[in-house]
C-alpha cells in the first residue's frame, strides 16, 4: 500500500521501468528461442509485478482525488489499513496527523509502516475519531487483553476442539496482541454470528448454536438438532474455504458400484484409497480431511451446487477411510436437482446409521465398491463359516477374506455394518482387523494442497490461516 507522496513518485518510476523491461524482454534473441512454456513464465512474471503496482498507484490516486468517499472499517481486522485510507482520503501527510494528534512525524511513521501493530486501543480510537473514521466503538472502547476475550469465547460453549485453531499466530507469539484480539473477534462473528461487541459485553453462558447452523446450511432431515455444535458449524465454514480455493467441474457421478470401481482401475491402474481419492477430486468433489475426535463421524454438504465432502477418521487403516469416502460420496450422487444439501453423519453403532434407508444405500455402495459386487455373498460365507456364532465370526472373516481374494478391513467393515442390522455390535472386532496401516490422513492433506489454490483472493487471510491451522499445519 502506497501511504506518502514520495512512495507514490518511487511507484510510478518502478512500473516505467518493469513496463520497459517487459518491452525489451519480448524484443530479445534469448526471449524469441524460449519455448513457449517458458516464455509465459517470464512474461507472467513481469505482468504480476506490473498489475500489482497499476492497482496500488490507482488506489492512491483515487484515495487523494477528493472523490474518494468515508472510509469504513467493515471488519476489525480492517481498522488497521483503513486508517491509513482514512488520512489519504482527508488529504492528510502523515506530518499533518502528527500535528492533529499531538505526536512526532517519526511515530506515525512507524505506526503506519508497521500498520499499527501493538499500538494500544485507546490509541487507535482516538487517531480513528480525528480521522472520522466509522468504527465499531464498543469494541474499541473495551478493556481489551487476551484472557478476557478468550474467557468469553469459552463462556459461550465453543467446543475445545475449535478455539485453539481460531487462536491467530499473533496472540500466540504475543507480537500484535491487538490486531490478533481483533482477527479472534472477526472469526468469531463471521464463523458463529456472534457479534463482538455482543460477545465483550453481554453473558453468554449457553449459547445456542443451532440458529447459527440453520442460518448457514440445511439441517439434515434426521439430524438431532441439540447434537448441532459450535464443531460443525465450523467444519462447515472450513468446507465453503475449501470450495472457494477450488476449480468446479461438471462431471457425471457414478452411481453403480462395479462401474465406479472399473472406473478408477481403468485411469489410475489399481483401486487405492489415492486412486480413488483422486478420482473423487477429478469429478469436482474436494474432499477435506480432519483428524479431530468426537463430534460427527464425516459430512456431506452440497452448497450453491457443489458438493464437498469432509472425512473425519483417526484410525490409520486403508480400508476404514476408503469406506468412509466411498459412503460420503454416495450421499453426493443423491438429490442432484437441489442446490443446497446436507449430510451430517452419526456414530456407525447410531440407529440412525442402522435405520435410515440413504444410509443404507450408502453403506451397501460402498461395500459392493470395496467387495467387487459381492458383499452380501461374502457376508453370508463369513457367517456360514463361523456356524452364526459371533465369537467364531473373526476368524471366519479372515478366512474369508483369504480364500476370496478380497481385502481383510473391507470384510470385516462390511460384516459389522450387516451384524449391526441384526442388533449386534461388531465394530471393535472389525477395528483390529484393519491392516495395511499407512499415513491415509497425510495422503489426504498431500492431494487437498495439489487441488486447492490457498492463494486466491476469495479468502481472507484470517481464513486461510484458520484453514491451515485445522490441517495441523
Not at 178 to 206: A, C, D
Not at 228 to 242: D, G, K, P, Q
Not at 366 to 385: D, H, M, T, Y
Not at 436 to 444: E, F, R
Request: with cysteine; aromatic share 8%.
Amino acid at each position: 500500500m502506497i501511504k506518502t507522496h514520495v512512495e507514490y513518485e518511487a511507484s510510478l518510476d518502478q512500473l516505467r521501468l518493469f513496463e520497459q523491461s517487459l518491452a525489451d524482454l519480448e524484443e530479445s534473441q534469448f526471449y524469441q528461442e524460449l519455448h513457449p512454456k517458458f516464455k509465459e513464465t517470464h512474461r507472467t512474471a513481469f505482468e504480476g509485478q506490473i498489475e500489482e503496482l497499476q492497482q496500488q498507484i490507482s488506489e492512491y490516486e483515487y484515495l487523494t482525488s477528493g472523490k474518494a468517499a468515508r472510509v469504513v472499517a467493515n471488519d476489525l481486522t480492517n481498522i488497521f489499513s483503513a486508517l491509513i485510507r482514512a488520512r489519504l482520503v482527508k488529504q492528510w501527510s502523515q506530518q499533518q496527523l502528527a500535528e492533529a494528534t499531538g505526536t512526532s512525524l517519526s511515530l506515525i511513521q512507524e505506526y503506519e509502516d508497521d500498520e499499527y501493530a501493538d499500538v494500544d486501543v485507546s490509541v487507535i480510537s482516538r487517531i480513528a475519531s480525528i480521522l472520522d473514521l466509522e468504527v465499531p466503538t464498543e469494541v474499541l472502547s473495551a478493556q481489551l487483553s487476551k484472557k478476557f476475550v478468550v474467557d468469553k469465547i469459552i463462556e459461550t460453549g465453543i467446543d475445545s476442539r475449535v478455539l485453539p485453531r481460531l487462536i491467530p499466530d499473533e496472540l500466540k507469539s504475543g507480537y500484535n496482541k491487538i490486531r490478533g484480539m481483533f482477527k479472534l473477534l472477526t472469526s468469531i462473528e463471521q464463523i458463529f454470528g456472534i457479534r463482538p461487541e455482543e460477545l465483550l459485553k453481554g453473558k453468554m453462558e449457553g449459547f445456542n448454536f443451532l440458529p447459527a447452523a440453520t442460518a448457514r446450511f440445511k439441517m439434515p432431515a434426521n439430524a438431532n438438532q441439540d447434537g448441532i455444535t459450535s464443531y460443525t458449524i465450523f467444519v462447515y465454514h472450513l468446507a465453503n474455504t475449501l470450495l472457494k480455493v477450488t476449480t468446479e467441474k461438471e462431471q457425471r457421478l457414478i452411481t453403480n458400484p462395479l462401474e465406479f470401481r472399473a472406473e478408477v482401475e481403468r485411469i489410475s491402474g489399481e483401486f487405492t484409497f489415492k486412486n480413488c481419492l483422486s478420482f473423487i477430486w477429478d469429478m469436482g468433489i474436494p474432499v477435506l480431511p480432519l483428524s479431530d475426535r468426537g463430534a460427527f463421524h464425516g459430512a456431506t454438504w452440497r452448497i450453491q451446487g457443489r458438493n464437498i465432502i469432509v472425512l473425519k477418521q483417526r484410525n490409520t487403516s486403508e480400508a476404514r477411510w476408503l469406506f468412509d469416502l466411498l459412503h460420503e460420496y454416495w450421499h453426493a450422487t443423491q438429490e442432484p436437482e437441489l442446490h443446497e444439501r446436507s449430510i451430517v453423519e452419526h456414530p456407525e453403532t447410531s440407529a440412525q446409521r442402522r435405520e435410515d434407508p440413504e444410509e443404507i444405500d450408502a453403506n451397501n455402495f460402498a461395500s459392493n465398491v470395496l467387495l467387487k459386487g459381492r458383499a452380501e455373498e461374502l457376508f453370508q460365507v463369513c457367517i456360514k463359516r463361523a456356524q452364526s456364532r459371533i465369537g467364531w465370526l473373526k476368524n471366519a472373516v479372515i478366512r474369508t477374506a483369504e480364500a476370496e481374494n478380497v481385502d481383510v478391513g473391507a470384510l470385516a467393515n462390511n460384516v459389522a455394518y450387516e451384524v449391526s442390522k441384526r442388533g449386534m455390535n461388531w465394530w471393535g472386532a472389525a477395528n483390529n482387523l484393519q491392516i495395511g496401516q499407512s499415513d491415509t490422513y497425510a495422503d489426504a492433506k498431500d492431494l487437498l494442497l495439489s487441488n486447492a489454490d490457498l492463494s486466491s483472493p476469495n479468502v481472507t487471510i484470517n481464513n486461510r490461516e484458520i484453514f491451515l491451522r485445522a490441517l495441523d499445519m
